[in-house]
T-cell receptor, first 114, second 114 residues
Framework: DAGVTQSPTHLIKTRGQQVTLRCSPK?????VSWYQQALGQGPQFIFQ???????QRGNFPDRFSGHQFPNYSSELNVNALLLGDSALYLC???FGTGPYNEQFFGPGTRLTVL | QKEVEQNSGPLSVPEGAIASLNCTYS??????FFWYRQYSGKSPELIMS????GDKEDGRFTAQLNKASQYVSLLIRDSQPSDSATYLC??????????????FGKGTHLIIQP
């Protein structure tokens, strides 16, 4: 049973550039949530996708956008990169959108902005 | 603003002893509570979920929830060196239209001393 997968593993960009990160959910899951984890901090919720729509959003600017495809996979796009966007980006999948649904994380994408 | 507070540690526990990890949360409307384990350089791994007041046991792990005190804890019995990691407490609730997204604490760094 395949778990959550993410690509790429590592990415280096320069300020002002744009980046796209990808996520495939665990088999049987239909909901994808994205989190940003800075060094020494807990993950922070960016947004959640269900039925190809953004359902909930955390306190992140519009530079962060996403998409969900019919096969439930998802992309996170970040425009106009800032140095402060350097972090581990985590994708989590679950079945459904309720608060009792357990979320399982992928291995993450380490983004470095120079 | 939802907040989740954890003692950052490090918490040092001798091998074979009980490790006790604590977490408090500010939002009384929180409905679900999760403990994740995160090894250095890796992504969070779900250990336990708990939704009702009381204890929930799974192997060497016991989660405890007290909603009146807004307090969640995780006990690890017979601690092993492989339990050395950062333990993240997370909470969630439904503000309407689905879950808000997990709110995490900063994590407690646990060290099991052989």
């Amino acid at each position: 049973d395949a778990g959550v997968t993410q690509s790429p593993t590592h990415l280096i960009k320069t300020r002002g550039q744009q980046v796209t990160l990808r996520c495939s959910p665990k088999s049987g899951h239909d909901t994808v949530s994205w989190y940003q984890q800075a060094l020494g901090q807990g993950p922070q919720f960016i947004f959640q996708y269900y039925e190809e729509e953004e359902r909930q959003r955390g306190n992140f600017p519009d530079r962060f956008s996403g998409h969900q495809f019919p096969n439930y996979s998802s992309e996170l796009n970040v425009n106009a990169l800032l140095l402060g966007d350097s972090a581990l980006y985590l994708c989590a999948s679950s079945f459904g959108t309720g608060p009792y649904n357990e979320q399982f994380f992928g291995p993450g994408t380490r983004l470095t902005v120079l | 603003q939802k907040e989740v507070e954890q003692n950052s540690g490090p918490l040092s526990v001798p091998e074979g002893a009980i490790a006790s990890l604590n977490c408090t949360y500010s939002d009384r409307g929180s409905q679900s509570f999760f403990w994740y384990r995160q090894y250095s350089g890796k992504s969070p791994e779900l250990i336990m979920s708990i939704y009702s007041n009381g204890d929930k046991e799974d192997g060497r792990f016991t989660a405890q929830l007290n909603k009146a005190s807004q307090y969640v804890s995780l006990l690890i019995r017979d601690s092993q060196p492989s339990d050395s990691a950062t333990y993240l407490c997370a909470v969630n609730k439904d503000s309407g239209g689905g879950a808000d997204g997990l709110t995490f604490g900063k994590g407690t760094h646990l060290i099991i001393q052989p």
